[in-house]
Each structure stands twice: as C-alpha cells, then as structure tokens.
C-alpha cells in the first residue's frame, strides 16, 4: 500500500489552523500599530515562526508580514528545510512579497484574503492604487515551482481589515 501524498494546492483543516494562526499575528500587527497582515512558516520539524508586519512602526515600506517572516525564517533554517516548509498569510502576497518567497526557497504558500479582495477594501494611498499582480503570476515566471493554496478563510480574513483603510 502505497501512501500518496496530498495535494499541495488544496486547503486542508491543519492549513486553516495554521491560517487562523496567521490571521491573528494580523490582528496583533494591527493592535500594535502596523498594517493588518501577518503571516507563519512552519517547517517540517513542526518549528513555527511568526512574522508580523512592521510597515508603520519601522518606517521601512518593505516590513511586510511575509518579508519580515523570510528574513526571520532564512536566517534560521537551511535551504532544504525552506523548500519543504509552508507559508501561512492572512493575505496574499503581494508581488514584493512573492519575490521574496521564491528567492527564499519556500516551497509552498497558503494564503486566506485574496489580493482582489484586499484591493475592494483599500482605496488609493497617496494616489497610489494597490498593485493588481496575483503571486500565482509571479511564482509562476521563475525557474522552480512554489505551490499555492487559497483563498480560504476569507471573511476571517476580511474582518481584520474591517475599518482599517477607511477615510
């Protein structure tokens, strides 16, 4: 009896656990003062880390929950462990973010609000729209796969957001 492995475009009950988990690194992020995005990598080990957006805080437009997690995550695992490891983002990654997941080595994303949804709520800032680039797109221009899963959870999601961008 051969043991197939699951298919890791799906979302699973265990990627919802670690979702919701991601989703409330977004809620901290917010209570703190950030953006609402957050995100966790779990590797195969079961090692978890956290990486919450810093975008205010900092002052550093590139503090994105998902790039902070890939600093965070590469300097304490081997590329081996990224390749087998899962990101979890209460948000999908936007095309800064994406990269930063493919040049990292993470070979998986699961993600909960998709980026159009993400665009529905956030107007113009600065006059500059939000990019309109799914990371799908992005992973799918580079040399090696990175599977994704998502949406799921997407009112979850969504109501981290509930009055976050409104004038």
Same mark, same amino acid.
């Given at each position: ?5 699951? @298919? ?6 265990? @990627?919802?656990a ?5 989703i409330?690194v ?5 209570a703190?003062?950030?953006h ?8 195969? +080990?079961?090692?978890v ?15 994105h ?6 600093r965070?995550a /590469?300097a304490r ?7 087998? /490891?899962?990101l ?25 609000l998709?980026?159009q ?8 800032? @600065?006059?500059?729209?939000?990019? +309109? ?5 992005v992973?799918?221009r ?11 959870l ?6 981290v957001?509930?009055?976050?961008w409104?004038?």
């Open positions: 009896m051969t043991s197939e492995r699951p @298919d890791p475009t799906i979302v699973s009950s265990a @990627d919802e670690h979702l919701r988990h991601a409330e977004a809620r901290r992020s917010r703190e003062g950030n609402p995005f957050g995100a966790v990598l779990v590797a195969p +080990d079961a090692t880390i956290e990486g919450a957006n810093s975008v205010v805080t900092s002052g550093d437009p590139t503090g929950a998902e790039t902070n997690l890939v965070l /590469s695992l081997d590329v081996e462990q990224l390749g087998r /490891s899962t979890y983002t209460s948000t999908e990654p936007c095309a800064m973010c994406a990269g930063a997941v493919y040049w990292s080595g993470i070979g998986r994303v699961v993600y909960a998709p980026e949804g993400l665009a529905a709520m956030v107007p113009s800032q @600065d006059g500059e729209p939000t990019m +309109d680039l799914p990371c799908r797109e992973f799918a580079g040399g090696r796969t990175v599977h994704v899963a998502g949406p799921a997407v009112a979850e999601a969504a109501e957001h509930r009055g976050f409104d004038a």
